[in-house]
């Protein structure tokens, strides 16, 4: 094996030194019967054989493609133009890993801009990085950024029970070990004033959500003042497309805005690559983790671009660096920007609006089903709370198997107490025939 760079007296001395004779040594825990097995390939093909095959195994899968998506939570089915695909498919981009060198890399990173650009506009915020690697790593990053910025003298999270669980999940695991104390999500509640009333002297940030996992949308106003009253900061993760709609965090005073940028150009893929965009307030820029690109000039006045207030800590002292992420789904970021670039303002609001009134519309049809209850305590933006009158794995799998269609997510899987209950969403790819065969599928169902 050419390709490994050992010599046969460094192989000998390696060995020695763990007590074993021959490289076979060790994989006796194998049983013998398994070990270099024969393999078995079939005659060779031609190359439109190859594909009809590897087409024939691809028609197994089921996909949104083929199928009537009514699932989100957290991943969404979203039309995504065909410039997206075309820009992102250029060789310049696909095969560029990093701009380190600014001078051969222009493009790259002035797409990076232009990119953090809109998710400050879309946002309200003043900084954006680029980037993470989903929303759930994002929130995390906003928990040891708070942190830092209360120099690790508050080291206790206050975070809502309605955050997508495993974004809550990451932010825990982001944080053990570094004497961190997580609370406000150990159950289900809608409370927003019992959240900010948890927050102490010891408490770096609040952390919520909206439209939160439930697709309920929060009135954040006077949030941030009551906690920045105390001394910390409010951490708002977010649906980017109902920004084309609703008014962004950034208006209700937030100092960290966080979320998942798949529904920005980006298809499901079976969960990635996804997208964790990530803006703050200007104040807090050098506290922020991941990638930061520049505007500035050459020496000949012409306008440029480079990475820019990446701490020394980051790459040469990480023991020191506030956080040691070190990549960024660039290409994924792209794909969003030509997304946001391609529909434009009134194009993002037009998405965002379909979203809204067609899962209003699927709401009215299901609501008068018998043994149906639509949860509308709150308002929502394109996912809402249905309460089922059998188990949700077995409507799902009916309407799976008998009807085509995939059905909410069970959300008993992310809170018992929600046993029964089904998270549907609707988007502007949903056509109203599509609503009104989901609708009469659960009656069907139902019986």
Not at 12 to 34: C, K, N, T, Y
Not at 43 to 59: F, G, I, K, T, Y
Not at 350 to 359: D, I, L, M, P, S
Request: hydrophobic share 40%.
């Amino acid at each position: 094996m050419s390709f490994v760079p050992h010599t046969e007296a460094e192989r000998r001395e390696m060995l020695a030194r763990i007590g074993v004779g021959q490289i076979e040594d060790l994989f006796e825990a194998i049983p013998a019967s398994h070990r270099f097995p024969t393999i078995d390939l079939p005659c060779p093909l031609s190359e439109p054989e190859v594909v009809r095959e590897l087409n024939r195994l691809a028609d197994d899968n089921l996909d949104v493609a083929h199928m009537t998506c009514f699932l989100g939570a957290g991943a969404y089915h979203h039309f995504i133009p065909a410039i997206v695909d075309h820009v992102i498919s250029r060789s310049e981009f696909y095969t560029a890993y990093t701009p380190y060198q600014p001078e051969i890399s222009q493009g790259t990173l002035q797409a990076i801009f232009e990119y953090q650009t809109m998710i400050c506009e879309l946002t309200g915020m003043e900084v954006s990085n680029a980037s993470h690697y989903d929303g759930a790593t994002a929130l995390a990053e906003a928990a040891l950024m708070a942190i830092s910025i209360g120099r690790g003298r508050r080291k206790r999270i206050v975070m809502a029970p309605t955050i997508h669980p495993e974004y809550r999940e990451t932010v825990r695991t982001y944080t053990q070990g570094m004497g961190v104390e997580v609370v406000g999500d150990d159950r289900l509640s809608h409370d927003l004033d019992a959240l900010i009333d948890m927050v102490d002297a010891q408490t770096a940030c609040l952390m919520v959500q909206t439209p939160t996992f439930l697709g309920e949308i929060l009135d954040l106003q006077g949030v941030a003042d009551a906690v920045h009253a105390k001394g910390a900061l409010l951490t708002v993760a977010c649906n980017p497309i109902s920004l084309g709609l609703l008014k962004p965090p950034g208006a209700f005073g937030a100092d960290i805005v966080v979320g998942e940028g798949q529904a920005l150009g980006s298809p499901l893929n079976f969960g990635g690559p996804y997208l964790g965009f990530f803006a703050c307030r200007e104040e807090y820029v050098r506290r922020t983790a991941g990638r930061l690109v520049g505007q500035t000039v050459d020496t000949k006045g012409r306008r440029g671009y480079v990475l820019t207030l990446s701490t020394r800590e980051q790459h040469i002292r990480r023991e020191r660096a506030t956080s040691n992420i070190c990549t960024n789904q660039g290409l994924v970021a792209l794909a969003a920007a030509v997304y946001m670039a391609g529909l434009g303002r009134c194009g993002l609001a037009e998405v965002a609006r379909q979203c809204y009134h067609k899962a209003h519309y699927a709401a009215e049809a299901i609501a008068v089903l018998d043994g149906y209850e639509v949860l509308r305590s709150r308002p929502f933006f394109h996912e809402f709370v249905v309460r089922c009158p059998r188990p949700v794995a077995e409507i799902n799998r009916e309407l799976l198997y008998d009807y085509e269609i995939l059905g909410g997510y069970d959300l008993e899987h992310a809170y018992p107490e929600l046993a029964g209950h089904m998270l549907l969403c609707v988007t502007e790819m949903n056509t109203a025939e599509e609503i009104t065969r989901l609708a009469e599928a659960l009656e069907e169902v139902a019986a």
